[in-house]
């Protein structure tokens, strides 16, 4: 899920409108707002509670996204507009409510490791991607290279000359000629935890 919260006000066709033509409601909440606020806090078939239901934004969404919802709402007026709101709508497919895990979703595997479960071995080389560079794994999970030790990150960044490096995906290793992301080891090692 992105971290930036840009999301527009509620009006057109999404803004309701009682009887007389005027705003259902003075604050009624965009749908894009609780959709990003359940899609990263609930999983289908929860149980949202809101305490503050006023027009059922939190209700319409819920429902759409596949899961249950408890609308509490002092005015009748606003009670009235949520039911009829929420009356119409669909809940989408199984499918299309399945939400893929990010990558920093995903189990930490530690680079040492590698170097523990005999992966990689201490004193063998590691090379960057373009080839430019090379360190050695240590015994305890760190490299040393040109004047520089400490963690797969930290000495890409600074062989690159970079702010930050990602070393899982900077770092390769030699096998039987041909050249292979240390990031593939670690995927071996999650696709383990998951089985």
Excluded at 23 to 38: C, D, G, I, N, Y
Excluded at 42 to 69: C, I, Q, Y
Excluded at 99 to 108: G, H, L, M, Y
Aim: with cysteine; proline share 5%; hydrophobic share 35%.
């Amino acid at each position: 899920m992105r971290s930036d919260w840009v999301l527009p006000i509620c009006t057109g066709h999404e803004r309701l409108k009682d009887e007389n033509g005027d705003k259902a409601h003075p604050t009624q909440k965009p749908e894009s707002l609780l959709h990003r606020v359940l899609i990263g806090s609930t999983n289908p078939g929860d149980v949202v509670l809101d305490p503050f239901f006023g027009t059922g934004t939190t209700g319409a969404v819920a429902k759409m996204l596949g899961r249950e919802f408890i609308g509490i709402e002092r005015e009748e007026s606003y009670r009235k507009v949520a039911e009829k709101r929420i009356s119409k709508v669909r809940k989408f497919d199984r499918e299309a409510l399945e939400v893929s895990a990010s990558k920093r979703a995903e189990p930490r595997v530690p680079f040492g490791q590698l170097v523990e479960r005999g992966m990689l071995r201490p004193g063998e080389e590691l090379y960057s991607m373009n080839q430019r560079h090379k360190a050695k794994v240590r015994a305890d999970g760190t490299l040393v290279g040109d004047n520089v030790k400490g963690s797969i990150h930290q000495v890409g960044a600074h062989l690159e000359n970079a702010p930050s490096c990602n070393g899982w995906t900077y770092w390769c290793f030699k096998r039987e000629g041909k050249t292979v992301p240390i990031d593939v080891l670690r995927q071996q090692i999650r696709a383990e935890m998951h089985n």
